[in-house]
């Protein structure tokens, strides 16, 4: 069956779809884009990522394009037209199309594209039972991580880095020598005595919906949580790492640079919480 995306009011196939050579988002990266998991054919984490996708947009000055509601039925119909029972969704959003110019266009109208693809589950928590390893790089964003725009230059370049050494995410460094956050994702550090830390939101990363789901998750089990700056030496020795996105749920990082996280192997906090989080993903979904 061929996918089927959604661009400005049209299901068409992805094959066939396009915007405009003059829409801002491919021009300027001026554009904003959200991605969802999806559970047994509902979105996960609905809320969370609806509220951030109109933070995101507000911090652009890109108006909604349709009420939320409308924008739901659209994100169901595009999973329902591809058949989606375990997935994911994309959606973006830019500025719209107009002549180039680095100005605002006075009258453009927000471009909106949509896209769903199947997930392997099984696959996932294969790769999950052994952990991926991570390499760090020099944190050389923008200063606004904190919205989620399309301008992933410095992400791709270094998570192509880390796939050409091996490894399935990067873990940014500030100057100061203190973990940011991941390529695409947020990161976490366990220490022996089973204290979890993870970067403030106050620093310039990005707010995680699947972050902002699990960090409940960590305090309902009776586990110790800070929300502080650590250094990557830090992670290095602790206990456990592990990392969250809505691609990778909670995932177990075995080795930073080829270092050894722990003994080597996703530790029993990071693969609680994967299971923790997955059920309530699984129970919350649509909701």
Request: proline letters at 4%; one cysteine or more.
């Amino acid at each position: 069956m061929p996918r089927i995306a959604y661009v400005n009011g049209v299901y068409e196939r992805a094959s066939e779809a396009a915007v405009s050579i003059e829409d801002r988002g491919y021009q300027f990266a001026d554009a904003v884009y959200e991605v969802w998991s999806v559970f047994d054919g509902r979105l996960a984490d609905l809320d969370g990522h609806m509220n951030r996708l109109e933070r995101s947009l507000r911090e652009l000055q890109i108006t909604m394009p349709m009420p939320s509601r409308s924008l739901l039925v659209v994100l169901n119909e595009v999973i329902r037209r591809n058949r989606i029972r375990e997935g994911m969704i994309y959606l973006q959003i830019s500025r719209g199309v107009a002549p180039r110019d680095h100005v605002f266009p006075a009258n453009a109208r927000a471009s909106v594209v949509i896209t769903a693809k199947p997930v392997d589950r099984d696959a996932a928590e294969k790769k999950a039972a052994v952990g991926i390893k991570a390499i760090s790089a020099p944190d050389i964003r923008w200063g606004r991580c904190d919205i989620k725009t399309v301008g992933l230059l410095p992400n791709v370049l270094a998570k192509q880095k880390a796939k050409e050494q091996g490894a399935g995410e990067v873990i940014f460094v500030d100057q100061d020598g203190f973990v940011t956050e991941g390529g695409s994702t947020n990161v976490y550090i366990v220490s022996a005595e089973g204290l979890i830390r993870t970067r403030s939101l106050n620093a310039n990363i990005l707010a995680g919906v699947t972050r902002l789901n699990v960090l409940p998750l960590i305090r309902e089990s009776g586990l110790e949580l800070h929300e502080e700056s650590f250094t990557l030496e830090e992670a290095k020795a602790s206990a456990e790492v592990f990392i969250t996105a809505a691609t990778s749920l909670v995932m177990p990082i075995v080795a930073i640079d080829d270092h050894v996280i722990g003994d080597g192997k996703p530790g029993p906090i990071a693969c609680a919480l994967r299971e923790a989080y997955i059920d309530h993903a699984g129970r919350t979904a649509g909701v």
